[in-house]
């Protein structure tokens, strides 16, 4: 059994910084796909950020210019780097991971932006 486990969450003021690590508990092959998404209360989860195993990546037009998602396959570890933090961004920031057939989730990072 795979855990992803985010670290590098908190609390900054509005124009602030913060980058999210996503590290698997074991070295993990096949990884096709390493997201980031994002759950404030009462709002589903939604996806902020995707790299694909070519590198190819996808952000949400709320994010783009402002977030950066990378991987370190050495590592075993995706990282969202957050510059230009907002309010709007405070959520739950959770990583998925696809395997082949296998779908991993973490349990989520607090990130709260205050005015």
């Known amino acids: 059994q795979v855990q992803l486990v985010e670290s590098g969450g908190g609390l900054v003021q509005a124009g602030g910084s913060l980058r999210l690590s996503c590290t698997g508990s074991?070295?993990?092959?096949?990884?096709?796909?390493m997201g980031w998404f994002r759950q404030a209360p009462g709002n589903q989860r939604d996806l902020v950020a995707a790299?694909?195993?070519?590198?190819?990546?996808n952000y949400a037009d709320s994010v783009k210019g402002r977030f950066t998602i990378s991987r370190d396959n050495a590592k075993n570890t995706a990282y969202l780097q957050m510059n230009n933090l907002k309010p709007e961004d405070t959520a739950v920031y959770y990583c998925?991971?696809?395997?082949?057939?296998?779908?991993?989730w973490g349990r989520g990072a607090q990130v709260t932006v205050s005015s």
């Open positions: 074991r070295i993990i092959f096949s990884i096709s796909f």
């Open positions: 998925k991971l696809i395997a082949g057939p296998y779908t991993y």
């Open positions: 790299i694909t195993s070519g590198g190819s990546t």
